[in-house]
């Protein structure tokens, strides 16, 4: 029992000085993701959500940046979230990509004052829940078409057509998707070597089935330290992975958003001059 109790111990601080650490340089891009779990808490099990935020630095390597845990997907709890990451030195963000949540799109808008990508890959199978079954396939192929355009004005010519295709047969979806467009699109606003990556969460599926793998062995954590502690252990290891592996992306194609960005204040500045 006092091994286990000086492991946790060692554990604890090696995850709290990972979360806490400062975050030097600009990270362009960054993913924020949310997986449920049965936590005990007050004599009670409840739901709690394990919050990663994962961002690729203007090196072109991803990183891990932020875990925490939090009763619910609040707009309050972001607020908190986000204002932490960007204490610690969180800056440069260009876009934020993340599944549908208000509270979650607001914080954004507050706090990093970026865009906002909806994740396509989500999107699509929350449609699937408003047509028949007979009908999926012909959506999913249909919004498909919309993301694997060859350009801005390409996806939005093929939206506005299926628009058209769908608002009598399928008017909740075309209502949906002409609401959610501008969120849908974003990722067209960067360089097309990056939207693979940027139109959804799924580069980071393969980690988030390793955390719900070991979280599902545990069942029921004793408290939100536990859930830390694992989830944490296990990203301070993909962190190093990342780090050490080839860029996530090119260090010439980060290179093309950072001037972008610097271009841009340049043409602010020299309109705020006189004469």
């Known amino acids: 029992k006092d091994r286990v109790s000086t492991i946790c111990l060692e554990l604890d601080e090696r995850v709290d000085a990972f979360r806490n650490r400062p975050l030097e340089g600009e990270f362009p891009y960054l993913w924020l993701d949310a997986k449920h779990l049965k936590v005990r808490d007050q004599g009670h099990v409840r739901s709690k959500a394990l919050v990663v935020a994962y961002?690729?630095?203007a090196s072109g390597h991803r990183e891990v940046i932020g875990i925490d845990i939090g009763e619910t997907e609040t707009e309050a709890f972001w607020l908190e979230f986000l204002r932490g990451l960007?204490?610690?030195?969180?800056?440069?963000?260009r876009l934020a990509v993340s599944d549908q949540h208000e509270g979650l799109k607001t914080a954004i808008e507050r706090i990093l004052a970026c865009?906002?990508?909806?994740?396509t890959v989500h999107f699509v199978r929350n449609m699937q829940g408003h047509c028949r079954r007979n009908e999926r396939g012909l959506v999913s192929?249909?919004?498909?078409e919309i993301f694997d355009a060859t350009s801005l004005e390409a996806a939005k010519a093929r939206l506005g057509e299926v628009l058209e295709r769908f608002r009598d047969p399928l008017p909740?979806?075309?209502?949906l998707l002409e609401s959610a467009e501008e969120d849908l699109l974003a990722f067209y606003q960067f360089p097309a070597a990056h939207w693979p990556k940027l139109?959804?969460?799924?580069?980071?599926?393969?980690?988030?089935?390793?955390i719900g793998r070991r979280t599902d062995v545990v069942g029921i954590f004793p408290n939100d330290a536990?859930?830390?502690r694992l989830a944490g252990a296990l990203l301070i290891e993909q962190n190093d992975e990342w780090l050490v592996n080839r860029r996530y992306l090119s260090a010439e194609s980060i290179a093309q958003i950072l001037q972008g960005q610097d271009d841009h204040e340049r043409e602010e500045i020299a309109?705020?001059?006189?004469g």
């Open 55 to 57: 961002a690729v630095h």
């Open 86 to 93: 960007r204490a610690r030195g969180l800056q440069g963000i």
């Open 115 to 119: 865009p906002w990508q909806r994740c």
């Open 141 to 144: 192929a249909a919004l498909r």
């Open 172 to 175: 909740k979806i075309a209502e």
């Open 199 to 210: 139109r959804s969460t799924n580069p980071l599926e393969r980690v988030n089935r390793e």
């Open 226 to 228: 536990s859930a830390i």
């Open 271 to 274: 309109e705020l001059k006189p």
